[in-house]
Structures are given as C-alpha cells and as structure tokens.
C-alpha cells in the first residue's frame, strides 16, 4: 500500500514527501496504518492531512461513504520550505541586486551632486582669482594714459612695474590649472637628480621672507637628515614645499609659528612641516588631497586658492615612491609627514 501511494504521489512530483497513512472503515475505525501514524497523526498543527475516499471500481453510482484513506505528511512547513529554497534565494538575491542597485544610484547622484558643488566653487574661485589681476591691470593702463602719470618716470615705472606682477600673477594662477590637467593625463615626468634639501628648503623659507615680515613670524628650521643629499625632481619637490609652506602661512592664525624638521630614517629621508594655525577637522582631513577640496573657513574667498595644491603634492610624493600624512586639529595646527627615498 506505502509503495503505490508513493508511485501516486510521484505523478505530482511530491516523491520526496515523507507521508505516514491509514484506512479507516465506514465508522472510521482504523483497519491499518503504518508505523509512526499514530504519532504524527495527533499533531495538526504541523501536519498536513487529507482524506480520500476509496470507492470500489465495479460500483457506478456511490449511495454512501466506503472506506477512507488517510495521509498525514508530518513537517509540512520545513518541507514547504525546503521546496521553495531556490525561489526564496531567488527572491533574496533579487531584492539583494535590487538594493545595491538602489545604493549605487543613490551614491551616484550624491557622487554628481558633490562633483557640481566643486565644479562651482572652482569657477567662482577662479573667477574671482583671474577677475582681480584683471582689474588691477586695467586701473594701471588708465592711470599710464593720463598725462600726469606718462610725463612722469616715476610713476610709469611704478604703474609698469604693478601690470607686471599682476600678469606673472595670472601666469601663476593658468600654469596651476594646466599642471592640474597634466595629472590627469599623466604627462609629467621625473626628472630625478641628486638634490640638498636642506638647502632647498632654506631657499623656499627665504622666497616668503615678505610674507613673513606682514606680521609677527617665526620659522624654526631643524634639519638634521644626514645625509641632506636625495635623488628627487627638484623642481616637483620645490613646488610640493612652496605649496606645503604657503598653507602653513595661509591658514596661520595672528601669528605665524612654522617648524620644519627633517631627520634620516632607514635610507629615507623624513621631511615634516608643522605650523600652529587654524587646522581642520576629521572631514577635512579625509579629503585634503582629493582635487579642487578645500576646507571651508567661514568665506570661501578668505584664503585663495583652487583646492589643486595637495593633490598636486600627494601626486608628487607617490611618483617618488614616497609617504605622506597629515595630523591635524581643527584650531591647535597642522602637521605635514613626508618620507621620501634617499
């Protein structure tokens, strides 16, 4: 009896449904059953179970209830599920790609939104940087053009001598923007040769004397690398300390306190620049060397500058086969670690 229901039951694909059964008389009597019917058949909760009656095949027309099979399949819900187990991974990988795809749009347009907040402040940025020079040009050929001022020599150099650096300044502010575009396409090459850079950085120090002299300064320089001598691009390496002492300047407070130490490590050369001034938060530091970043300080025009100065430097330090890192906090000063191969 077992092996033909379960030859019944394979006709449905339920072959591997694991069933207890009995046959029941008219007064539902139980006249057999298999082993462990008993026990399963008590449970309803768990248990699926289903009467059929057995109607004789010579009898045409039914007048009354014959004997009843019954089938109790026991741990209906676990077989449910373990039925459906490739429909569930299903439905749980689709809801899976259906979220990361949601995440991915949502990061994406966050991504854009950030990329037109930058994008804006930059053109503004460079507006304003380019727009002053300009004006202050223009204001120097109007006052050559007076009579008063061509007829003195005095004045025209003077006047001259204004057009003059406000062009080297524009020239500055288009060379910045061509050298961020010249990483992208990674057209720079090093130039490798040996180089000071204790002599070096005392000639950056030097070339901000004026800036320094505007308020009260102090540039301690500790350079005890030993050797000085490394193998660098020199003008790259002179660009990354302009750039890394102008900010120690730039974001100084009423005073400007400047260290600049270097010691030897390992065949490496460490090269820190540490100043007392305004510093930045955790934020800042997670995108000081991303391109065209630059951490808000109240007015966005307050410090100049197109947010290209540190990626510049970070790029610089990589090509080198260097490290660089930054300490900060946001009003006790900044700290610039560099290790560079000798």
Do not use: C
């Not at 202050?136 to 001259?160: C, E, H, Q, R």
């Amino acid at each position: 009896m077992h092996k033909k229901l379960e030859f019944a039951l394979e006709k449905y694909g339920l072959s591997d449904l694991h069933f207890e059964f009995a046959i029941a008389d008219k007064k539902g009597n139980i006249e057999m059953k298999s082993k462990k019917f008993e026990d399963v058949f008590s449970d309803e909760v768990n248990t699926l179970q289903s009467r059929i009656p057995v109607v004789p095949a010579d009898i045409m027309e039914p007048t009354g209830p014959f004997e009843t099979i019954i089938i109790v399949a026991p741990n209906i819900r676990y077989y449910l599920l373990r039925s459906l187990l490739w429909v569930i991974v299903g439905v749980v990988l689709f809801i899976i790609v259906v979220l990361a795809a949601f995440f991915i749009t949502i990061r994406s347009l966050m991504t854009q939104r950030k990329l037109v907040e930058i994008k804006r402040d930059f053109i503004n940025n460079m507006t304003h940087e380019l727009k002053t020079p300009l004006a202050t040009i223009s204001l120097a050929v109007d006052a050559l053009k007076s009579t008063k001022v061509n007829t003195d020599p005095t004045s025209v150099a003077y006047f001259s001598n204004i057009i003059k650096e406000e062009n080297v300044r524009m020239n500055k502010h288009v060379e910045t923007i061509l050298q961020a575009a010249q990483l992208d396409k990674k057209e720079n090459e090093l130039n490798k040769q040996e180089v000071d850079v204790h002599d070096l950085i005392l000639g950056v120090v030097d070339s901000f004397k004026l800036q320094l002299e505007a308020k009260p300064s102090q540039v301690q320089t500790i350079l005890e690398a030993s050797p000085s001598i490394i193998k660098v691009d020199e003008e790259h390496l002179l660009h990354v300390l302009l750039n890394l002492i102008d900010n120690a300047i730039k974001y100084s407070k009423s005073e400007i306190n400047i260290i600049i130490q270097t010691k030897s490590l390992n065949n490496k050369t460490f090269i820190s620049i540490q100043d007392k001034g305004i510093g930045m938060d955790a934020n800042a530091r997670k995108h000081i060397f991303e391109k065209f970043y630059r951490a808000h300080s109240g007015n966005v025009h307050d410090v100049k500058g197109y947010g290209l100065g540190m990626s510049y430097v970070k790029w610089v330090i990589d090509s080198h086969k260097g490290q660089i890192a930054v300490n900060s906090e946001t009003g006790m000063g900044t700290s610039i670690e560099m290790i560079l191969p000798n």
